[in-house]
């Protein structure tokens, strides 16, 4: 029964899989979209499995496919040697290495990094021209690698691209003039986003010479340009300029919206600005700087440098023991930067201070943490405890850099000379086994259970679904249950929409129909979100079948499985649209005169792994104003019977039945049963225990104005929607369970009253903040004030944050499973 009913809804295109049960009879539009949602390491794997899947990798349109989706999780640190001084005697051990460091996916509440050693590269393997040299990074761009080499003895600058991943460098031709005798230099590599031509670009300032004073500036900048693949440098024709280069700032700048920066000094009043180039135009200019420190006291050293923030421009201040971090919230607008972190001595007793050099900052972690190197050190800033901690990785001098993977070879850029590093032996410890086998197998069957369960886990649920039917080998892997968490951990946030039949306008009557689930996929992007509801391949729940002649409402979603609530009757139900089954909870035996109000909470202990339905139930108030029971009972999945908890600290008030789930808690705004003033409650979900929960401070209520409440989630934070007529305010618990940490964040004022309360459903990367309200999807955009009306479907319905799963209801023993 449960193979006809996934037949009947899956998409037409996996059907012909039925007869090839291998990875060839996937299209190759399909190939491609699952090897390009996985890591770098695992491709490398795959590549291995046969020729096709090589050639597959190597293919532009899989490139460009894999490197949109490459996380910006990986980062390179470039280890640089340690230098001795003796008297001017230089000695360098080596040239470095640069080293992959990497933050685990699955840590979004704090950062943990580790060193991976798959993609090390040794810089001892380039062909240098010059020994005693140093190895410097100029940036990274796509997946490639721009690094300097300086020699201190003979002041030049060779260049050089190379991508860890496919273990290719270039040098490109020596630069003239040489570095001795300027009086600043800078680099810089970008992309053209008109071209896509991938350039590197130097301008340096060469003194006045003979007889004119040492502090005069020349009149011109002097710049080339190397373009990769046509073999030489070109020479810009000096123009002049506003600016002057600084020697004693970074000589390389970051890559942001088409134009490289760098720190350097305005000409008119010599004080510290941003100078930029287009990789489009060709042209200098200066660009918006944040507004000018204070006074340098005496003997205070200032030392700055320029990064990119959470997809941010942003400028690092260093004052002798304080830093300072600016961030340029809209790209180009000087009233944008706003000073984001200061950085106190106070809080870094374990570094060195004064800082005498620049803090280079390297990238946001996904917890909030500044990843920096500090002292040549790697440390790791937390705003939220005001912390600075050396992650005590290396032991040598450092710098680093942002990095994102990709398969970009360098042997497309033609006219160019391309060496491999060597040795070549990166894979040899991580492939043996493959190669070593006595019959290599070219399919997918011939990787190892746990890579091919890392490949699937990463893919959309619609994919996997296609999978299952390559083979039983894959189709019992989806159902493991170690496959099952993985995939969960990994599983992108989307909507379920349930869509109810409009009500008659005529005769006010609500139709029993329970409606349809419908999901909405979400590719939420820093700059831009799209909603996709794909009604060709959708994984619709049409819950008539199973649900007749009944109003359904939707209390929350936990994992994948969302619960339902049939209120006229008040039967529960607990259902997965990807697995396509429902369970149906055992109804409880009373009179519906018996009660008055009723909400439900839905989650998952954080102790035991167990699934929980709590209900609170209250009767007929009576004349003292008190309701006559009011009681609430728990319901384990997998044990097939309630038990009761007895009564509860509060009262029922409003029309609010569901209850929402955050950290280990579902929480419900109640009435407290002294003073009937509004209150949050919780109930601890390992403990079983009802307590009042810290809410905002109260807003006065004027005259006949409306009042109504929802809670939320808001970046991960617990929130309060409080809609007084046409006027929504929300608050946020920035630090959880501490009272004065309660925020007003967002206002917005409505053209219409509301008298429903609003359902906040995710607040995407943009800022822009999805709900329903008015029986509609619509999306809030702080920035503008404006709300849209997304018109993705008919009005009537509702709407909550889903993460697809593919647990099974039929894991939970004791429990009636039907199928969609």
Not at 174 to 179: I, L, V
Not at 195 to 221: C, I, M, N, W
Not at 743 to 748: A, G, L, N, P, Y
């Given at each position: 029964?449960?193979?006809?009913?996934?037949?009947?809804?899956?998409?037409?295109?996996?059907?012909?899989?039925?007869?090839?049960?291998?990875?060839?009879?996937?299209?190759?539009?399909?190939?491609?979209?699952?090897?390009?949602?996985?890591?770098?390491?695992?491709?490398?794997?795959?590549?291995?499995?046969?020729?096709?899947?090589?050639?597959?990798?190597?293919?532009?349109?899989?490139?460009?496919?894999?490197?949109?989706?490459?996380?910006?999780?990986?980062?390179?640190?470039?280890?640089?040697?340690?230098?001795?001084?003796?008297?001017?005697?230089?000695?360098?051990?080596?040239?470095?290495?640069?080293?992959?460091?990497?933050?685990?996916?699955?840590?979004?509440?704090?950062?943990?990094?580790?060193?991976?050693?798959?993609?090390?590269?040794?810089?001892?393997?380039?062909?240098l021209n010059i020994r005693n040299t140093l190895m410097l990074q100029v940036g990274s761009v796509n997946g490639l690698?721009?690094?300097?080499?300086?020699?201190?003895?003979?002041?030049?600058?060779?260049?050089?691209?190379?991508?860890?991943?496919?273990?290719?460098?270039?040098?490109?031709?020596?630069?003239?003039?040489?570095?001795?005798?300027?009086?600043?230099?800078?680099?810089?590599?970008?992309?053209?986003?008109?071209t896509g031509e991938y350039k590197v670009v130097r301008a340096f300032q060469a003194k006045k010479k003979y007889g004119?004073?040492?502090?005069?500036?020349?009149?011109?900048?002097?710049?080339?340009?190397?373009?990769?693949?046509?073999?030489?440098?070109?020479?810009?024709?000096?123009?002049?300029?506003?600016?002057?280069?600084?020697?004693?700032?970074?000589?390389?700048?970051?890559?942001?919206?088409?134009?490289?920066?760098?720190?350097?000094?305005?000409?008119?009043?010599?004080?510290?600005?941003?100078?930029?180039?287009?990789?489009?135009?060709?042209?200098?200019?200066?660009?918006?700087?944040?507004?000018?420190?204070?006074?340098?006291?005496?003997?205070?050293?200032?030392?700055?440098?320029?990064?990119?923030?959470?997809?941010?421009?942003?400028?690092?201040?260093?004052?002798?023991?304080?830093?300072?971090?600016?961030?340029?919230?809209?790209?180009?607008?000087?009233?944008?930067?706003?000073?984001?972190?200061?950085?106190?001595?106070?809080?870094?007793?374990?570094?060195?201070?004064?800082?005498?050099?620049?803090?280079?900052?390297?990238?946001?972690?996904?917890?909030?943490?500044?990843?920096?190197?500090?002292?040549?050190?790697?440390?790791?800033?937390?705003?939220?405890?005001?912390?600075?901690?050396?992650?005590?990785?290396?032991?040598?001098?450092?710098?680093?850099?942002?990095?994102?993977?990709?398969?970009?070879?360098?042997?497309?850029?033609?006219?160019?000379?391309?060496?491999?590093?060597?040795?070549?032996?990166?894979?040899?410890?991580?492939?043996?086994?493959?190669?070593?086998?006595?019959?290599?197998?070219?399919?997918?069957?011939?990787?190892?259970?746990?890579?091919?369960?890392?490949?699937?886990?990463?893919?959309?649920?619609?994919?996997?679904?296609?999978?299952?039917?390559?083979?039983?080998?894959?189709?019992?892997?989806?159902?493991?249950?170690?496959?099952?968490?993985?995939?969960?951990?990994?599983?992108?946030?989307?909507?379920?929409?349930?869509?109810?039949?409009?009500?008659?306008?005529?005769?006010?009557?609500?139709?029993?129909?329970?409606?349809?689930?419908?999901?909405?996929?979400?590719?939420?992007?820093?700059?831009?979100?799209?909603?996709?509801?794909?009604?060709?391949?959708?994984?619709?729940?049409?819950?008539?079948?199973?649900?007749?002649?009944?109003?359904?409402?939707?209390?929350?979603?936990?994992?994948?499985?969302?619960?339902?609530?049939?209120?006229?009757?008040?039967?529960?139900?607990?259902?997965?649209?990807?697995?396509?089954?429902?369970?149906?909870?055992?109804?409880?035996?009373?009179?519906?005169?018996?009660?008055?109000?009723?909400?439900?909470?839905?989650?998952?202990?954080?102790?035991?792994?167990?699934?929980?339905?709590?209900?609170?139930?209250?009767?007929?108030?009576?004349?003292?104003?008190?309701?006559?029971?009011?009681?609430?009972?728990?319901?384990?999945?997998?044990?097939?019977?309630?038990?009761?908890?007895?009564?509860?600290?509060?009262?029922?008030?409003?029309?609010?039945?569901?209850?929402?789930?955050?950290?280990?808690?579902?929480?419900?705004?109640?009435?407290?049963?002294?003073?009937?003033?509004?209150?949050?409650?919780?109930?601890?979900?390992?403990?079983?225990?009802?307590?009042?929960?810290?809410?905002?401070?109260?807003?006065?209520?004027?005259?006949?104005?409306?009042?109504?409440?929802?809670?939320?989630?808001?970046?991960?934070?617990?929130?309060?929607?409080?809609?007084?007529?046409?006027?929504?305010?929300?608050?946020?618990?920035?630090?959880?369970?501490?009272?004065?940490?309660?925020?007003?964040?967002?206002?917005?004022?409505?053209?219409?009253?509301?008298?429903?309360?609003?359902?906040?459903?995710?607040?995407?990367?943009?800022?822009?903040?999805?709900?329903?309200?008015?029986?509609?999807?619509?999306?809030?955009?702080?920035?503008?004030?404006?709300?849209?009306?997304?018109?993705?479907?008919?009005?009537?319905?509702?709407?909550?944050?889903?993460?697809?799963?593919?647990?099974?209801?039929?894991?939970?023993?004791?429990?009636?499973?039907?199928?969609?």
């Amino acid at each position: 029964m449960a193979e006809e009913s996934m037949a009947d809804f899956l998409p037409h295109l996996c059907l012909r899989t039925l007869m090839d049960p291998s990875m060839e009879a996937l299209p190759v539009e399909l190939t491609i979209d699952i090897l390009s949602r996985l890591p770098v390491k695992t491709i490398i794997h795959c590549k291995l499995v046969c020729k096709k899947w090589r050639s597959l990798v190597l293919d532009s349109s899989f490139v460009n496919l894999h490197l949109s989706k490459s996380p910006l999780t990986a980062f390179v640190i470039h280890h640089k040697p340690r230098v001795c001084t003796n008297a001017n005697l230089i000695v360098l051990n080596d040239r470095g290495t640069l080293n992959w460091v990497v933050e685990k996916e699955d840590k979004v509440d704090h950062h943990h990094l580790y060193h991976d050693r798959f993609l090390t590269f040794d810089l001892n393997s380039l062909f240098l021209n010059i020994r005693n040299t140093l190895m410097l990074q100029v940036g990274s761009v796509n997946g490639l690698i721009c690094l300097g080499q300086f020699s201190l003895k003979a002041n030049v600058y060779d260049t050089y691209i190379c991508n860890p991943v496919t273990r290719e460098y270039m040098i490109l031709p020596t630069q003239s003039p040489q570095t001795d005798g300027l009086l600043g230099v800078v680099y810089g590599f970008g992309v053209s986003s008109l071209t896509g031509e991938y350039k590197v670009v130097r301008a340096f300032q060469a003194k006045k010479k003979y007889g004119v004073k040492h502090t005069d500036q020349p009149s011109v900048l002097e710049a080339e340009v190397y373009t990769l693949g046509t073999g030489r440098w070109r020479s810009l024709v000096p123009v002049p300029v506003t600016y002057w280069l600084n020697k004693f700032y970074q000589f390389y700048g970051p890559f942001l919206n088409n134009h490289c920066h760098w720190i350097v000094s305005d000409r008119k009043d010599v004080h510290d600005t941003i100078g930029t180039f287009d990789l489009d135009k060709e042209t200098f200019q200066l660009f918006p700087s944040p507004p000018p420190s204070e006074a340098i006291e005496e003997n205070n050293f200032h030392r700055q440098s320029l990064a990119i923030l959470n997809g941010c421009l942003c400028k690092l201040d260093t004052y002798h023991s304080e830093l300072t971090i600016w961030v340029m919230k809209e790209y180009g607008i000087k009233n944008s930067w706003h000073k984001e972190v200061v950085i106190k001595r106070d809080i870094t007793v374990d570094l060195k201070w004064p800082s005498y050099k620049a803090v280079h900052l390297i990238m946001g972690l996904k917890d909030g943490s500044i990843l920096m190197v500090f002292e040549n050190k790697l440390c790791v800033f937390d705003p939220h405890s005001d912390t600075i901690e050396d992650t005590k990785m290396f032991d040598h001098y450092l710098s680093g850099f942002a990095y994102r993977p990709s398969f970009l070879k360098l042997q497309n850029f033609k006219s160019e000379r391309r060496y491999l590093s060597y040795p070549e032996t990166y894979l040899i410890n991580l492939i043996s086994t493959t190669l070593t086998r006595p019959s290599i197998n070219p399919s997918m069957e011939g990787l190892p259970a746990e890579l091919t369960m890392d490949i699937l886990s990463r893919l959309p649920a619609k994919t996997i679904i296609h999978c299952k039917l390559v083979g039983k080998k894959w189709r019992n892997l989806v159902s493991d249950s170690s496959f099952v968490d993985l995939h969960l951990s990994r599983s992108p946030t989307g909507i379920i929409i349930h869509q109810s039949p409009p009500m008659n306008m005529t005769d006010w009557n609500i139709p029993n129909d329970p409606g349809v689930l419908k999901w909405v996929e979400m590719e939420d992007k820093a700059h831009h979100y799209l909603l996709h509801y794909d009604s060709l391949m959708s994984l619709d729940v049409n819950l008539v079948p199973v649900l007749q002649n009944s109003r359904i409402l939707n209390i929350g979603s936990v994992n994948g499985l969302i619960f339902l609530w049939q209120h006229k009757h008040d039967n529960t139900y607990i259902c997965n649209p990807v697995t396509r089954e429902i369970l149906i909870l055992p109804g409880l035996h009373y009179h519906k005169q018996d009660y008055g109000r009723i909400i439900y909470g839905f989650g998952v202990s954080s102790l035991t792994g167990e699934y929980k339905v709590v209900r609170t139930f209250q009767g007929s108030v009576l004349s003292n104003g008190r309701p006559s029971v009011i009681e609430a009972q728990v319901y384990t999945l997998g044990t097939g019977h309630w038990r009761s908890l007895g009564g509860v600290p509060y009262q029922l008030n409003g029309f609010r039945f569901c209850g929402l789930f955050l950290n280990n808690h579902c929480r419900w705004i109640v009435s407290d049963q002294e003073d009937a003033s509004k209150k949050l409650c919780t109930f601890d979900l390992d403990k079983e225990t009802f307590q009042f929960f810290p809410s905002p401070p109260p807003e006065a209520i004027q005259g006949n104005q409306s009042h109504r409440q929802s809670l939320a989630v808001l970046k991960g934070c617990l929130c309060i929607l409080d809609t007084y007529d046409s006027e929504v305010m929300i608050w946020v618990m920035k630090e959880y369970g501490i009272k004065n940490s309660w925020h007003k964040e967002v206002v917005m004022t409505l053209e219409w009253p509301l008298f429903k309360p609003i359902r906040l459903i995710e607040v995407l990367k943009d800022g822009s903040i999805l709900m329903v309200f008015g029986k509609k999807l619509r999306v809030f955009n702080p920035r503008s004030e404006t709300i849209n009306d997304t018109k993705m479907f008919d009005p009537d319905l509702s709407g909550l944050a889903y993460r697809p799963s593919f647990l099974k209801l039929q894991n939970f023993e004791s429990e009636r499973i039907d199928m969609f």
